[in-house]
């Protein structure tokens, strides 16, 4: 029987006699060769992380933090409808039928968002009320939800 040494397992056998035969690298060596690489998901997470590092570090309890976080998100996103509202209503090559069914779908869905933005207040000044907060925490509550 012949083995071909020129196909995987030829490569598999110089990758091994490379290894053995390289100089030992450093750990800075190793570090300088190496790269990473974010997925546009892990620098969303990133920069969401990011945006919110004021609310994570500040020493309220875990639940209005959340919340605190979810109505950031959801200024965000109402922002960004308004802004496609914005940007529909300025384009002149749309048909008038298509322009005025999406801007229906827009503003429903800009509508959505201002009742979750609603729920997520009432259910953050009903989470105030039950958690004791101290004064100081009730400022940061404040300064958060504003900015």
């Known amino acids: ?17 490379r290894q053995n035969t390289a100089v030992e690298r450093s750990p800075e060596e190793v570090r300088e060769g190496l790269r990473v690489s ?3 998901l892990g620098k969303s997470m990133s920069a969401s992380a990011e945006k919110n590092k004021d609310i994570d570090d500040s020493d309220l309890p875990r639940a209005i933090k ?9 200024r965000a ?11 529909l209503m300025s384009d002149q090559s749309l048909d008038p039928e ?3 069914q999406q801007l229906e779908g827009l503003q429903s ?13 009432a259910n953050l000044i009903k989470l105030i009320r039950e958690s004791n907060l101290t004064e100081q925490q009730m400022q940061t509550v404040a300064s958060l939800s504003v900015a």
Not at 1 to 17: A, C, E, S
Not at 66 to 74: G, N, T, V, W
Not at 77 to 87: G, L, T
Not at 109 to 121: F, K, P, R, W, Y
């Open 109 to 121: 869905e800009l509508a959505s968002l201002n009742g979750a933005l609603t729920s997520a207040n």
């Open 38 to 40: 974010l997925s546009n």
């Open 77 to 87: 996103q109402i922002a960004e409808k308004q802004a496609q509202i914005e940007a």
């Open 1 to 17: 029987m012949r083995i071909d040494i020129g196909g995987p397992l030829g490569n598999l056998v110089q990758g091994v006699q």
């Open 98 to 100: 298509a322009k005025r």
């Open 66 to 74: 959340d919340l605190l976080k979810m109505i950031r998100e959801l």
